[in-house]
């Protein structure tokens, strides 16, 4: 298998967990459709190690951000962002998608390739002025990832940063989140090894 990733924020754990983890990830042709290598987490949420280990690296991340609450999008953000709460010992808000969630919520809307969508976040549940770490699984057009952003700022908090454990180089999600600090713990190459 050709190694298109680079670890960004491992740099806390000896080098062989970092290529455990990066080992843990499994890249799926053509799904979900013809041409596209689907990178999927599954293995990794599935050990213990692995989880712990990359667990800690966005609690590296939030500590050096200055955090207050953990925040993340549905659906692989909750699985990633709620340990990373728990062991910082700070709340977590999950943004669903819409409807989701008991009025009132506060919403916000982004584009998608073929339509729209819309995040959400149930009034009240985020203290006005709050430090925000946002964690999801990948960054690839930032599109979500933006309207999240978006989300906290509308509703009183300070988006302290947004960690993604794989960034999509060649899509260009960054570029979508400027004036923000963005981390990423791993970096896909889509052009090498695909």
Same mark, same amino acid.
């Given at each position: 298998?050709? =190694?298109?990733?680079?670890?960004?924020?491992?740099?806390?754990?000896? $080098?062989?967990?970092?290529? /455990?983890?990066?080992?843990?990830?499994? =890249?799926?042709?053509?799904? $979900?459709?013809?041409?596209?290598?689907?990178?999927?987490?599954? $293995?990794?949420?599935?050990?213990?190690?692995?989880?712990? =280990?990359?667990?800690?690296?966005?609690?590296?991340?939030?500590?050096?951000?200055?955090? =207050?609450?953990?925040a993340g999008m549905e659906a /692989? #953000?909750?699985?990633?962002?709620?340990?990373?709460?728990?062991?910082?010992?700070?709340?977590?808000?999950?943004?669903?998608?819409?409807?989701?969630?008991?009025?009132?919520?506060?919403?916000?809307?982004?584009?998608?390739?073929?339509?729209?969508?819309?995040?959400?976040?149930?009034?009240?549940?985020?203290t006005p002025g709050a430090r925000?770490?946002?964690?999801?699984?990948? &960054?690839?057009?930032?599109?979500?990832?933006?309207?999240?952003?978006?989300?906290?700022?509308?509703?009183?908090?300070?988006?302290? #940063?947004?960690?993604?454990?794989?960034? &999509?180089?060649?899509?260009?999600?960054?570029?979508?989140?400027?004036?923000?600090?963005?981390?990423?713990? &791993? /970096?896909?190459?889509?052009?090498?090894?695909?």
């Amino acid at each position: 298998m050709a =190694d298109d990733m680079t670890d960004v924020a491992l740099s806390g754990l000896v $080098p062989e967990r970092a290529t /455990r983890i990066r080992d843990l990830i499994a =890249d799926v042709p053509d799904f $979900p459709s013809p041409g596209i290598l689907f990178k999927d987490i599954t $293995p990794l949420l599935a050990d213990a190690e692995g989880l712990a =280990d990359v667990v800690e690296a966005f609690t590296r991340l939030a500590l050096a951000d200055g955090v =207050d609450v953990v925040a993340g999008m549905e659906a /692989r #953000g909750f699985l990633l962002g709620a340990p990373v709460a728990h062991a910082l010992g700070l709340g977590f808000l999950p943004l669903r998608k819409a409807g989701k969630l008991p009025p009132p919520t506060h919403s916000v809307s982004y584009d998608l390739e073929y339509g729209s969508a819309s995040i959400e976040l149930r009034s009240g549940t985020l203290t006005p002025g709050a430090r925000v770490l946002i964690i999801d699984d990948v &960054l690839a057009t930032g599109g979500t990832a933006a309207a999240a952003a978006q989300l906290v700022e509308k509703c009183g908090g300070v988006v302290a #940063g947004l960690a993604f454990l794989l960034e &999509l180089e060649a899509l260009h999600g960054r570029d979508k989140l400027k004036g923000h600090n963005v981390d990423t713990l &791993l /970096r896909v190459d889509t052009t090498s090894g695909e």
